[in-house]
């Protein structure tokens, strides 16, 4: 059972990852679009930012209603960022290490 415990957390703890990794891109492209590096035309740039946006939206949008935009500036992917590795770092490991202490 343990192992099924430690291979579920495991698992959460690469989704918030790949999370993490989702946001950054989706900033970075983002600003690739708004500085006209690459423009949204492309087929395959289109559907990349789309995907990017579907996925990393419903985190975002919360966050972005709370907290404005400075000067033009979206500060809410480092906020999200921030609190998506204070739960993969902290909060896993201390609800991991509670629900195996529960079956020992």
């Known amino acids: 059972m343990i192992a ?6 495991f698992i959460i703890g690469a989704l918030i990852e790949l999370l993490i990794w989702a946001i950054i891109i ?5 600003w690739l679009v708004a500085f006209d590096v690459i423009n949204l035309r492309n087929r395959f740039v289109y559907n990349v930012a789309n995907f990017l946006d579907r996925v990393t939206a419903p985190i975002m949008r919360p966050v972005q209603r709370i907290i404005p935009t400075l000067g033009g500036v979206d500060i809410s992917p480092i906020i999200v960022i921030l609190i998506l590795m204070g739960l993969q770092r902290f909060l896993l490991p201390a609800l991991q290490g509670a629900l195996i202490g529960a079956f020992i």
Do not use: D, E, R, V
């Open 26 to 30: 989706n900033a970075i492209l983002s």
């Open 4 to 9: 099924i415990i430690q291979f579920i957390f």
